[in-house]
């Protein structure tokens, strides 16, 4: 008889998990509809002409062609904190996740010209 209670026991479990997990996908259903929906509102990139200013595009352009910050630096007078400060407005602004991705970006958009 202990086993039958057990047994029942056991099986009532198994069943109030699967309910507790269906309801779990329930509700990650609905959150990734809400997350994928079309009328989802997202950031819109800036007119290109917008996107970044001369600074920018100077730091973004000698970026292109290999040279590194402190260099950058050197050749524009700053400090290299201010060449990562445009270098991070740079990456916010064209939504990307690097510099090397920026870089990659700002080419293919003729941002730069080489």
Not at 61 to 66: A, P, Q, R
Not at 82 to 108: D, P, W, Y
């Amino acid at each position: 008889m202990k086993t039958d209670n057990t047994d029942t026991s056991s099986l009532n479990d198994i069943k109030n998990r699967l309910r507790e997990l269906s309801i779990q996908v329930d509700k990650l259903s609905k959150l990734y509809e809400a997350v994928n929906s079309p009328g989802l509102v997202t950031a819109t990139p800036f007119p290109k002409a917008m996107k970044i200013t001369p600074k920018e595009r100077e730091v973004i352009y000698l970026s292109s062609i290999g040279k590194t910050y402190k260099e950058i630096a050197d050749t524009l007078g700053v400090r290299t904190t201010t060449i990562k400060f445009h270098m991070r407005n740079i990456v916010i602004k064209l939504g990307v996740c690097n510099s090397r991705q920026a870089i990659r970006h700002a080419v293919e958009m003729k941002l730069v010209e080489h």
